[in-house]
Structure formats: C-alpha cells, structure tokens
C-alpha cells in the first residue's frame, strides 16, 4: 500500500463512519469541481496577464539546465557527512510525499469526524491543489523521460538528459530513473504551502512557515540527489500555481454566489458543501 492509499483508505473510511454523505459533502460534486480546476490551470497560462510569467519561468528552467549538472557536483560537494544530516533530510523530504498524504487524509478524517465544515472546506480545497499539481507533473514527466541525477549508463556520469516518452516504457525495468523533470514531492509541498498560506493570510507567521517548510522539501530533493535544480523549481511553480488557483477561485465563486442569491441558506460551496456558516 502506498502512500495515496494510505491517504483515500483513511478519508473513505471516516466519511462512512461519519455519515458525511448526507451531511455536507458530496463526492460528485468534489470530482466535478477537481476536473474543473484542471480545466482552467490548461488555460491560464496562456491568458494576457500570465503569458509573461509563463515565458519567465520557462526561460529560467532553459537558463538552469545546461548547468544543473555542474549545480549538482557542486552541491553534493557540499553535502554535511553524518547519519543524523541524512536522516533528517530524508525525513524532511517526505513532508512532500508520504507524510502529505497521511496528514491530508488524517485532517479530512477528523474534520469529518467532528463535523467541521470550516477545516474540511480547506482540506479539501489543499486536496483539490494537490490532486491537480500530481496530474501536470504526471504528465511533464512522461513527456520529458529526463534522468534523475543518481542515473549512470555504462559508467558514465550523470547528465541529465532527455528520453522523451519513450522513458515511460523504460521505467518498467528502471523504475524510478527517467522521470526527474519536474519534482514531485517540490510539487506537493508548495501545492500545500499555497492552499494553506491563503487560507492563512490572516496570521502573518502562516505564510513563510509554509513556504519555508516546502523550500525545505525543494532542498532536500537536491541533497538526496533525486532531482536537478531545474526540477525543483519548475514542481514549485507547478505547486503554487495550482495551489492558488483552486483556492482563490474558490474565493471568487463564492462571493460571486453569495451577492447573487442573497443569502447564507442558499449559499453551495464549489467543492460540494453547505454552507459553513
């Protein structure tokens, strides 16, 4: 069982438990709103207000991969020796994996449990993020079949380079070696940080915690050499893009609902729920 396992077994087996199905949640409704947002980050970048980004951050990947492999020696040059330094990189590096998906699973259970719209609403908005961010980094990854910096071929060093998609049909007997580009577990450490420093922005300390913890996720994705530079930074842009538009539009949904209908009873959240109020 692996970790979204872990993550759907133990928020399916509280919504049974808790009844929420006649409560305030309403899985269509979660599913259908999920495809939306995948629907709308296709298109945003390719709107007139975010071409110019866009362009900017492809144009800082294609800086930084020519010399993510010089980066790469250079950065484990530096690494700090000792099994306590390893440890705890290793630990942190699963705050965008395993660990993510438990405490997901593990807020919507009790939020469920206890019956708490408030907490469920964005833990279901920070899943949403990250179920989206997971698919675009998929599906870049089966595009790009780029070699994780760990790989070598007939004693060579690693250079990162580029399989296309035939590297999909490579991971069946090197599992794990050509899907470096961009990182996941980046990904969903700032798809997290995002949701939760906008749900959050009320409390100054909110966002550079979360922030801070997902950079330190990035971080550790280099230390353990599972990823170039250039991975790091495409997964966090993926993560916070993905992050922000789910719940500010989300945001914008709502506002747009409430002054229509004129009412708190007649008020449907976006994600499947009623009203929190």
Not at 42 to 49: C, T, W
Not at 57 to 82: H, K, T, W, Y
Not at 119 to 141: D, E, G, S
Not at 229 to 239: F, K
């Amino acid at each position: 069982m692996n970790k979204r396992h872990c993550f759907f077994l133990i928020f399916f087996l509280s919504w049974e438990l808790s009844g929420a199905d006649t409560i305030f949640f309403r899985p269509q409704n979660f599913i259908s709103n999920t495809c939306n947002d995948f629907a709308l980050q296709a298109q945003a970048p390719f709107k007139r207000g975010n071409i110019i980004k866009t362009l900017g951050v492809i144009g800082v990947c294609a800086a930084l991969i020519p010399i993510d492999a010089s980066i790469n020696r250079e950065f484990m040059r530096l690494q700090v020796p000792g099994s306590l330094y390893k440890e705890s990189i290793n630990q942190i590096s699963r705050l965008g994996g395993t660990y993510a998906y438990i405490a997901l699973g593990t807020a919507a259970s009790v939020s469920l449990l206890c019956k708490n719209q408030r907490a469920f609403q964005y833990t279901m908005l920070t899943t949403r993020a990250v179920i989206t961010t997971a698919i675009w980094i998929r599906i870049i990854k089966s595009i790009s079949g780029r070699e994780r910096p760990y790989y070598t071929a007939a004693g060579m060093p690693a250079l990162g380079r580029w399989n296309g998609p035939s590297g999909i049909f490579r991971q069946f007997s090197e599992r794990g070696k050509f899907d470096s580009f961009p990182s996941g577990h980046t990904g969903t450490a700032f798809a997290m940080a995002s949701a939760f420093a906008l749900a959050g922005a009320n409390r100054p300390w909110i966002p550079p915690l979360c922030y801070g913890a997902a950079a330190l996720v990035g971080f550790s994705r280099l230390s353990k050499n599972e990823h170039w530079l250039s991975d790091v930074i495409l997964g966090a842009v993926i993560g916070i893009a993905c992050g922000r538009q789910v719940f500010l539009n989300e945001t914008k949904y709502r506002k747009r609902v409430f002054n229509k209908k004129n009412g708190l009873q007649s008020l449907r959240l976006h994600i499947g729920m009623y009203p929190i109020l």
